[in-house]
Nanobody, 118 residues
Framework: QAQLEESGGGLVQPGGSLRLSCKVS????????MSWYRQTPGQERELVAA????????NYGDSVKGRFTISRDDAKAQTYLQMNNLKLEDTAVYYC???????????WGQGTQVTVSS
């Protein structure tokens, strides 16, 4: 059974930085697209960033372009989200997702809280 474990969330002041990590086990990591989503109470889960397998192409939500960077380390079976210049509106629970482009099999982590506050 696949497991995704996020870490790195916490409290940060506006303008600060955090780096989220997602450690994956139980699947062939280098064959899965990885992405980060976020969700606030009462809102739908929103795509933050995604990275494809093999080519490592990335795409970002409009609200985080230029501030966030997604990356992956296939040898460690981890994906990361570097978040810079954080804003109050970045406050959310951040979730890691693994999806197979071939079977559409999808797995989610439990989420990590990011709070941006002065």
């Amino acid at each position: 059974q696949a497991q995704l474990e996020e870490s790195g969330g916490g409290l940060v002041q506006p303008g600060g930085s955090l780096r989220l990590s997602c450690k994956v086990s139980g699947l062939t990591f280098n064959m899965y697209a990885m992405s980060w989503y976020r969700q606030t109470p009462g809102q739908e889960r929103e795509l933050v960033a995604a990275i494809t397998p093999l080519s490592g192409k990335t795409n970002y939500g409009d609200s985080v372009k230029g501030r966030f960077t997604i990356s992956r380390d296939d040898a460690k079976a981890q994906t990361y989200l570097q978040m810079n210049n954080l804003k109050l509106e970045d406050t959310a629970v951040y979730y890691c997702k693994a999806r197979s482009p071939w079977s559409s099999e999808t797995f989610w982590g439990q989420g990590t809280q990011v709070t941006v506050s002065s």
